[in-house]
């Protein structure tokens, strides 16, 4: 019989609850032994959860102190990601992080070598990979559906994020490391090439009580003139779906994420194909701060979990992450300086 696998939830917050906690509690084999926050309240929440024999603490340096731990989650704030993948590295544990992984490159390259001295797995919270509707998407794609990808893009009119630490610069790193760097993410696994170069312009037009954007628009441009763009907006909370598309020289494909909609076009025939991409329903999908529902975090616990077992690296490692962190980087320092920049100034 497999030994139980025991997880300490380093940030028992509202996501560190809904989306791992919850998820966790449901997977059979896990045991999620000690949680840490520093809201009374939160811990209190998770122990409403989890049980009267849930370890709660108020500083996550001590729950990593517990005995017999197998990994550890950290979901803290994105500056403290960096200290506590170290931390958890030392003590001999695997490691999900939160994305995104670190607020700098050097950072992510600590973190990286933790790992790898460690001789344990590092997986960061990029679940949209492991979203049915994209691990569809790609599917098509690498099966030459559109063809030659050329063009891809996300479009995304929301809501503010949740208030409290996100409305924080340094806290999270700014609007486009922590919110879109999920997408850029998806821009490289499907598209497959390396970003060259980055263009973009946004502003915090509406949304003044907060230190970050609220509105972006970018333009990245990988090896072989393939490109991608991004366009943000958090003051338009009705009405919107994240649509991400790519077309190629055989045809598109255009998804909405919140309508779990996929629509392939054939370009040489006038061919349509419409699907729904459900997901399982033992996901324990839950709804962020626009009433929107954030979907694929049960798969990405159970594909960490099962590359911690049997050593495999995951889909979404650290080298994966610390692509997308350069290229929020890259975007940000060409809206502070109004021009493109290169990646090569960010990715070293």
């Known amino acids: ?27 059979p084999g896990v045991w999620v032994v000690a949680a840490s926050s520093r809201s009374p309240a939160s811990l209190e929440a998770a122990r409403a959860l989890a049980g009267p024999d849930l370890l709660t603490f108020h500083d996550w340096r001590d729950a990593l102190q517990v005995e017999g731990l197998d990994a ?33 490159l050097a950072e992510c390259d600590d973190i990286i070598a933790a790992a790898a001295a460690a001789g344990r797995i590092l997986q960061v919270g990029h679940e949209m990979r492991f979203q049915r509707l994209y691990q569809q998407m790609k599917h098509m794609i690498d099966r030459g559906d559109v063809g030659e990808p050329h063009l891809m893009w996300c479009r995304e009119f929301r809501g503010p994020m949740r ?6 610069a340094a806290l999270t790193g700014g609007t486009l490391l922590e919110k879109n760097c ?19 312009q946004g502003g915090r037009n509406v949304l003044l009580d907060r230190e970050i954007l609220d509105n972006a628009q970018v333009l990245v441009e990988y090896e072989g003139g393939r490109r991608a763009t991004l366009e943000l907006c958090l003051f338009a909370p009705y009405g919107g779906d994240c649509e991400i598309g790519i077309a190629g020289d055989r ?16 370009f040489d025939l006038p061919d349509r194909q419409e699907m729904k991409v459900a997901d399982v329903p033992e996901d324990a999908g839950f709804l962020d701060s626009s009433g929107r529902v954030d979907r694929g975090i049960r798969p990405e616990l159970e594909h960490w979990i099962d590359c911690c077992r049997t050593g495999t690296p995951p889909l979404n490692d650290g080298a994966s992450a610390r692509l997308s962190v350069a290229v929020c980087l890259a975007a940000q320092a060409s809206i502070r300086r109004g021009e493109m920049v290169t990646m090569d100034e960010f990715v070293g």
């Open 1 to 27: 019989m497999t030994e139980p696998f025991k997880i300490a939830l380093l940030g028992a917050g509202w996501f560190g609850r809904e989306a791992h906690l919850r998820n966790l509690l449901r997977l």
């Open 72 to 104: 550890a989650i950290v979901a803290l704030t994105n500056d403290q990601h960096h200290e506590a993948c170290l931390a958890a590295f030392r003590q001999g544990l695997h490691v999900l992080c939160e994305k995104p992984l670190g607020l700098s």
């Open 163 to 168: 208030a409290g630490w996100r409305s924080s």
């Open 251 to 266: 045809g598109r494909i255009d998804t909405r994420n919140q309508a779990l909609s996929l629509v392939h076009h054939r």
């Open 182 to 200: 999920h997408h850029f993410d998806l821009f490289h696994w499907m598209l497959g090439r390396r970003p060259v170069r980055v263009a973009a």
